[in-house]
């Protein structure tokens, strides 16, 4: 699949939570409210409300590439379908009542070789190497803590949660992206961070896709 995007940073992606309601997001993290609930559910391609209430808190990494799906081709993927393709090559391990991943190398072979992109993954992936790569055209989805959608927050660590970069503003020192699991529209599409900030919550590991 070619990325037909323009060579300059854009922040027009579109959007999408890695459960279907993305204002339900706040009360299914904070509230406790089972995604069973999600009136939306069907839409994500699951078999069940079980299904979906399993895949749907383990799939920031598919919502990221459900949103770069978008952009080249118009087309909203079903989170829960992809999940499942990406799960055959070993990207995501279903065990017990949990998914393990989202593993990097298997997840890039998958959009490698079934998707048509050219995605390779680093674990040093610097802010300036994330510019460079967007204004090229490439997507770069990053590693931070979830605690990112409260960025007000100390985080414990680094990394755990998955987001799409969508423009890097070394003038301003700002970074701007799509957070799947952010609690409210600000926190969720478009999200800005001072970059000192962003660098508290960022892993240094990140997926280019092109």
């Not at 509230?31 to 069907?42: C, E, H, L, T, V």
């Not at 990406?86 to 393990?100: F, H, K, N, Q």
């Not at 055209?137 to 990112?148: D, K, L, Q, R, Y």
């Not at 609690?183 to 092109?210: D, M, P």
């Amino acid at each position: 699949m070619k990325n037909s995007r323009e060579s300059n940073p854009t922040t027009s992606i579109p959007y999408f939570a890695q459960w279907e309601s993305p204002d339900l997001v706040s009360e299914f993290i904070n509230k406790g409210r089972s995604p069973k609930s999600d009136p939306r559910w069907k839409e994500s391609g699951a078999e069940s409300k079980k299904e979906y209430a399993y895949w749907s808190p383990n799939i920031c990494g598919m919502a990221c590439l459900k949103m770069i799906l978008a952009e080249v081709s118009g087309i909203a993927y079903p989170l829960i379908v992809l999940a499942k393709q990406a799960t055959e090559y070993g990207a995501y391990i279903p065990s017990g009542d949990e998914v393990l991943g989202l593993y990097y190398a298997p997840f890039c072979d998958f959009l490698n070789n079934e998707l048509g992109f050219n995605a390779w993954y680093s674990s040093s992936l610097t802010l300036s190497q994330i510019d460079s790569e967007i204004r090229k055209g490439s997507f770069v989805i990053a590693s931070v803590h979830p605690s990112i959608r409260t960025p007000e927050s100390l985080p414990p660590s680094k990394g755990g949660h998955l987001v799409l970069i969508t423009s890097v503003d070394r003038g301003n020192q700002q970074i701007t992206f799509h957070n799947p699991s952010g609690l409210t529209k600000e926190t969720q599409e478009n999200a800005v961070l001072k970059i000192e900030v962003f660098e508290k919550f960022y892993a240094g590991r990140g997926i280019v896709i092109s």
